[in-house]
């Protein structure tokens, strides 16, 4: 019994995928245009496919789990459960039209010829704004529509917006932000369910050790109490005595969020020599 997850065969997830699956400490051989593969240490068989195509096959069951964007999941529209958004492969959705047109609200897209490749998400949209426009769909290279005068105005994936300026257009609207998401079938038996449990535990490992960092600090044995009470901790701090007669050594773990403010406050209160390094793996 393996669980079978797709995931997108080359494009701008493949690399987070891959990287999500080894540190979750799954090894398998990912050959250049291999179709499948299967994991050495973890009962997992992974199936390299195109973004646009997983959402269905996990819906049909030939894969188990998918990782896959939230704008195709809306886009294809299937039958399937998000497990968990995964945190990277961040994008939004947005309408854009050329940069010297006057745009003041979503009204001004009215009658417009729109391009896309996400007509449902689009169509969907326009509805709840109650706007007419006229959706034109296409398949690639969406940002060059407006320049050859096949549209007025695009929906498209944007990132960092350096393609839309190449192309002589500007954002307007955003209709979604994205971001990859694993996705698992409805109707998984037990076994494969405890099989998604043991890697979504392995991944929730690896989540708060991204958001947690270790610290060690020096400190006077007369300011180890309020110290301490600064410091959070998974439990309570670790202190452990120094050579230097009065000091200790304080260990700990604080979050990503309020890091700063934690160490400006250790500062003010006399802690000294203070480490901060990451985390690999937390097991809460
Ligand atoms: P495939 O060959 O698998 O169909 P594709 O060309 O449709 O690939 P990619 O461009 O590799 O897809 O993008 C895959 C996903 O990466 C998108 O669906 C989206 O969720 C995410 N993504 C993140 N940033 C961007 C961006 N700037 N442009 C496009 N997609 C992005
Ligand atoms: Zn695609």
């Given at each position: 019994?393996?669980?079978?997850?797709?995931?997108?065969?080359?494009?701008?997830?493949?690399?987070?995928?891959?990287?999500?699956?080894?540190?979750?400490?799954?090894?398998?051989?990912?050959?250049?245009?291999?179709?499948?593969?299967?994991?050495?240490?973890?009962p997992l068989e992974v199936f390299f496919l195109r973004d646009d195509d997983i959402p269905q096959y996990v819906e049909d069951g030939v894969a188990d789990i998918g990782i896959v964007g939230e704008n195709v999941l809306l886009e294809k529209n299937r039958n399937v459960k998000t497990v968990q958004r995964l945190?990277?492969?961040?994008?939004?959705?947005?309408?854009?039209?050329?940069?010297?047109?006057?745009?003041?609200?979503?009204?001004?897209?009215?009658?417009?010829?729109?391009?896309?490749?996400?007509?449902?998400?689009?169509?969907?949209?326009?509805?709840?704004?109650?706007?007419?426009?006229?959706?034109?769909?296409?398949?690639?290279?969406?940002?060059?529509?407006?320049?050859?005068?096949?549209?007025?105005?695009?929906?498209?994936?944007?990132?960092?917006?350096?393609?839309?300026?190449?192309?002589?257009?500007?954002?307007?609207?955003?209709?979604?932000?994205?971001?990859?998401?694993?996705?698992?079938?409805?109707?998984?038996?037990?076994?494969?369910?405890?099989?998604?449990?043991?890697?979504?535990?392995?991944?929730?490992?690896?989540?708060?050790?991204?958001?947690?960092?270790?610290?060690?600090?020096?400190?006077?044995?007369?300011?180890?109490?309020?110290?301490?009470?600064?410091?959070?901790?998974?439990?309570?701090?670790?202190?452990?005595?120094?050579?230097?007669?009065?000091?200790?050594?304080?260990?700990?773990?604080?979050?990503?969020?309020?890091?700063?403010?934690?160490?400006?406050?250790?500062?003010?209160?006399?802690?000294?020599?203070?480490?901060?390094?990451?985390?690999?793996?937390?097991?809460?």
């Amino acid at each position: 019994m393996k669980l079978k997850i797709a995931i997108q065969k080359s494009g701008r997830l493949s690399e987070s995928s891959l990287k999500l699956l080894k540190e979750c400490g799954i090894e398998f051989d990912n050959g250049l245009n291999k179709l499948k593969a299967e994991a050495y240490n973890f009962p997992l068989e992974v199936f390299f496919l195109r973004d646009d195509d997983i959402p269905q096959y996990v819906e049909d069951g030939v894969a188990d789990i998918g990782i896959v964007g939230e704008n195709v999941l809306l886009e294809k529209n299937r039958n399937v459960k998000t497990v968990q958004r995964l945190g990277f492969g961040k994008c939004r959705l947005s309408i854009a039209i050329p940069k010297d047109k006057t745009y003041k609200s979503a009204k001004d897209l009215k009658g417009l010829r729109i391009a896309t490749s996400y007509a449902t998400i689009l169509s969907g949209y326009l509805k709840k704004k109650k706007i007419k426009a006229e959706i034109h769909e296409i398949s690639g290279s969406v940002e060059i529509a407006p320049g050859i005068g096949l549209a007025d105005a695009i929906c498209d994936l944007v990132s960092s917006g350096s393609t839309l300026f190449t192309n002589g257009l500007k954002e307007v609207e955003v209709i979604l932000k994205s971001q990859a998401a694993l996705v698992s079938n409805k109707n998984l038996d037990k076994e494969k369910k405890a099989l998604l449990e043991k890697l979504l535990f392995r991944m929730n490992a690896l989540r708060s050790a991204k958001s947690n960092k270790y610290i060690l600090l020096n400190a006077p044995n007369n300011k180890l109490k309020t110290i301490c009470d600064i410091l959070p901790g998974m439990k309570s701090p670790t202190i452990l005595p120094l050579a230097e007669k009065g000091w200790s050594s304080v260990h700990s773990v604080v979050q990503e969020d309020e890091f700063w403010e934690i160490i400006e406050k250790l500062k003010a209160n006399g802690a000294q020599g203070i480490l901060v390094v990451p985390i690999e793996k937390m097991i809460l």
